[in-house]
């Protein structure tokens, strides 16, 4: 059985900044394609940054380029979302996922990921 124990969220103001970790049982981070997804209330569940197994090839999507950072660190085995500028938009409860696929892209359809999160909310003040 695949955990995957997230941590960082919280209350920031508008333009603050925020940094979310995940860190996977049973696997090294870099034998895992992973990925951020993000759900706010009454919207469906939406990807925010991944990037594939193995590799360093990270994949935003449009609304956090620019603003967010994805990064592995292999020696703590841990996965991070760099969140800057942040935006009350930004408010939502926010998933790392997990897949062993070992594909050539960034997997960012939430059915293509294995494992979850339990979730941490973030959530951004105006």
């Known amino acids: 059985q695949v955990r995957l124990v997230e941590s960082g969220g919280g209350l920031v103001q508008a333009g603050g900044s925020l940094r979310l970790s995940c860190v996977p049982s049973g696997r090294t981070v870099n034998t895992y394609a992973m990925g951020w997804f993000r759900r706010a209330p009454g919207k469906e569940r939406e990807f925010v940054a991944g990037?594939?197994?193995?590799?360093?090839?990270?994949y935003y999507a449009d609304s956090v380029k620019g603003r967010f950072t994805i990064s592995k660190d292999n020696a703590k085995n841990t996965l991070y979302l760099q969140m800057d500028s942040l935006k009350p938009e930004d408010t939502a409860t926010y998933y790392c996922?997990?897949?062993?696929?070992?594909?050539?892209?960034?997997?960012?359809?939430?059915?293509?990921?294995?494992?979850w999160g339990q979730g941490t909310q973030v959530t951004v003040s105006s």
């Open positions: 996922a997990a897949s062993p696929r070992a594909t050539t892209t960034v997997l960012t359809a939430p059915n293509e990921y294995a494992y």
């Open positions: 990037d594939r197994w193995g590799g360093t090839s990270p």
